[in-house]
Nanobody
Framework: VQLEESGGGSVQAGGSLRLSCAAT????????TAWFRQAPGKEREEIAD???????WYDDSVKGRFTISQDNAKNTVYLQMNRLKVEDTAKYYC?????????????????WGQGTQVTVSS
């Protein structure tokens, strides 16, 4: 599966952005699609995911502010980000994995996008 993120940009604190992750290729085997982010000097962290049954999961840091959704007809997963904070500044990555596979940089059943930058200013 090939993933391409879009929708990043610069916004003031309190603003909103919507990220998109478009998937191509063998999307039928994807079980979970997730959004990760990595801020400068910090480790990459998973912030939200959604499975093929539309069950979402959120990290506490974004719960109540971010919403993950998917449009299966378009093979696209979205991340609506509201009430953005300066600490949300990071590069955001989309990832997809098969059922029962752990997130990994090298596993063949895990795909990653190139990332899109989100910058939130005060």
């Amino acid at each position: 599966v090939q993933l391409e993120e879009s929708g990043g940009g610069s916004v003031q604190a309190g603003g909103s952005l919507r990220l998109s992750c478009a998937a191509t290729g063998d999307t039928g085997s994807t079980y979970t699609t997730a959004w990760f982010r990595q801020a400068p000097g910090k480790e990459r962290e998973e912030i939200a995911d959604i499975n093929k049954y539309n069950t979402p999961w959120y990290d506490d840091s974004v719960k109540g502010r971010f919403t993950i959704s998917q449009d299966n007809a378009k093979n696209t997963v979205y991340l609506q980000m509201n009430r953005l904070k300066v600490e949300d500044t990071a590069k955001y990555y989309c990832a997809a994995r098969h059922y029962g596979v752990r997130w990994s940089d090298s596993a063949p059943d895990v795909s990653w996008g190139q990332g899109t930058q989100v910058t939130v200013s005060s």
